[in-house]
């Protein structure tokens, strides 16, 4: 006995990366899914209807159930059709993994209006539109007196808190995402559903080209930190009973590290007797911001 048999999952963009290491663990942990993919390129574009049959077959090799779908992981029709395709096979859904991304890099003074919105489509209604069936489905189930299992997973990336400078597209909808995600968490919370982010780190087609291609090297010998399995336990467990005491957190994990990251903190507090003028908001805040830097460096220039 699994602790995920007799569960049912979606993967999004589980044709590579991060998505297939993460349609393998479910179905090793006993999930039957559907591997969701579009099968894009680098930067979105083209498509390959054929790139999630390859992941279904490696499912099947080792013994899992899975099924193939071919859609677009940000279209309404598309995300239903995905869920339907579950539960039509095999009777339920449970498990929502949103995954499915691509980028386009530029700094905020050189990107095109195409590359904000195909980028902020795909990470936040991408995410938004299986949510939104998901939960619907398991809303009408509860209310019809059936059992109810959900668990949404979703994919952000360190760009939404270190805001990188050449993903102003990227980083505001993988911070987008993490809200939404919240939302949800807190909307589902009496059905007994969970909706958690993670933030990996992981040698893939994203990160194995540009400013993070060195970092992310496979070392020739030891333990290989940026192998995306090792993101892959964590959604495993997020997927299953035992990760029912967590909503609405946000986990940083690469190598042997998972982190649980908190919401942004109160830094500093500034109370006026009088309403503000320009002049009280000067005298309070220029004492405090005098030995502060305008904005903390970050480490990551691009790609995740
Ligand atoms: N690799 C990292 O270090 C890293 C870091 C932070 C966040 N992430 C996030 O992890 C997720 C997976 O990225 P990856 O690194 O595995 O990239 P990847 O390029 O290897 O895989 C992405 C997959 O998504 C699919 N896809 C893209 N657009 C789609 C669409 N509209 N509909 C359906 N499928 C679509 C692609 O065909 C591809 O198979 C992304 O959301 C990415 O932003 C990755």
């Known amino acids: 006995m699994s602790v995920l048999d007799g569960k049912v999952a979606a993967v999004t963009g589980a044709a590579r990366g991060l998505g297939r290491v993460e349609a393998l663990e479910l179905a090793k942990l006993g999930a039957r899914v559907v591997v969701a993919d579009l099968g894009v390129a680098f930067d979105g574009s083209g498509n390959d209807k054929d790139a999630a049959q390859a992941v279904v077959e490696e499912i099947e090799a080792l013994g899992g159930e899975a099924v193939a779908h071919y859609g677009d992981a940000a279209d309404w029709n598309d995300a239903k059709a995905m869920l339907e395709k579950a539960v039509d096979t095999w009777g339920d859904f449970n498990i929502l993994v949103n995954n499915a991304g691509f980028l386009r890099d530029k700094m905020i003074f050189s990107m095109s209006e195409d590359d904000f919105d195909a980028v902020v489509r795909v990470h936040l209604k991408g995410h938004f539109v299986g949510m ?127 982190s649980v990251l908190q919401s942004p903190q109160h830094a500093a507090d500034f109370q006026s007797e009088e309403p503000w003028t320009y002049e009280s908001v000067d005298e309070s805040l220029s004492k405090w911001l005098a030995d502060k830097q305008p904005i903390k460096d970050s480490f990551i220039v691009t790609s995740m």
């Open 132 to 258: 939104r069936h998901a939960s619907e489905y398991w809303r009408t189930r509860a209310k019809s007196g059936g059992e109810v299992y959900g668990r949404i997973i979703s994919t952000a990336s360190e760009a939404a808190i270190f805001a990188s400078p050449g993903q102003p597209n990227y980083a505001a909808a993988k911070a987008g995402l993490i809200a939404m995600t919240g939302s949800a968490a807190h909307a589902l919370l009496k059905y007994g559903i969970t909706a958690n982010t993670i933030m990996p780190r992981a040698r893939t087609r994203m990160t194995s080209r540009g400013p993070t291609a060195q970092m992310f090297k496979q070392p020739e010998e030891g333990f290989d930190t940026f192998a995306p399995e090792h993101v892959a336990p964590l959604v495993g467990y997020l997927a299953s009973p035992a990760s029912a005491n967590s909503s609405g957190n946000v986990f940083l994990v690469w190598g042997k590290s998972i």
